[in-house]
C-alpha cells in the first residue's frame, strides 16, 4: 500500500493557515483593547522622579558612567568649573553634541545642574 507523498505537506499548510488566521484575529484583539487604553488616558508608566541622582541613574549613567568617569559620553567631573549653572541646564534639557534633548525635564533642570556643578 502506497501513501501519498503530498498529504503531509498538506496538513502542514493546513495547519499554519488555521494558526496565522487565529493569531490575526488575536492581534486584533490586543490593538482594539490597546486603543481603548490610550483613548481612555490608560494607565501613567512615566515615573516621577524628583533627586537627582535617581535622574543620573535612570538616564546618565548609560553614557557618562557609575563614577561620573565618562564613556560614551565625556566625564563629568569638575563639570561645574567648565560651565555655568544656566550652561548646565541648557545642556541637559536640549542636548548637545551626541547627546540627545529631553533627558531631563525642564522642571528638574536647575536641580539637576546644582548637583552636577558639585560633582568633585
Not at 6 to 31: C, N, R, T
Not at 83 to 111: D, H, R, W
Request: some cysteine; aromatic content about 6%; charged content about 25%.
Amino acid at each position: 500500500m502506497k501513501r501519498n507523498p503530498v498529504i503531509p505537506y498538506i496538513l502542514i499548510m493546513v495547519f499554519g493557515i488555521g494558526l496565522i488566521i487565529i493569531l490575526s484575529f488575536k492581534g486584533l484583539g490586543d490593538a482594539r483593547e490597546l486603543a481603548d487604553e490610550k483613548s481612555n488616558g490608560g494607565e501613567q508608566t512615566e515615573v516621577a522622579t524628583s533627586e537627582p541622582q535617581d535622574i543620573y541613574k535612570n538616564s546618565c549613567i548609560g553614557c557618562h558612567g557609575d563614577q561620573y568617569q565618562g564613556g560614551v559620553g565625556p566625564g563629568l567631573k569638575g563639570v561645574g568649573s567648565k560651565y555655568s549653572k544656566e550652561e548646565i541646564i541648557t545642556i541637559v534639557t536640549e542636548g548637545k553634541g551626541n547627546m540627545p534633548p529631553g533627558l531631563v525635564k525642564e522642571e528638574e533642570a536647575a536641580a539637576m545642574a546644582d548637583w552636577l556643578a558639585d560633582i568633585k
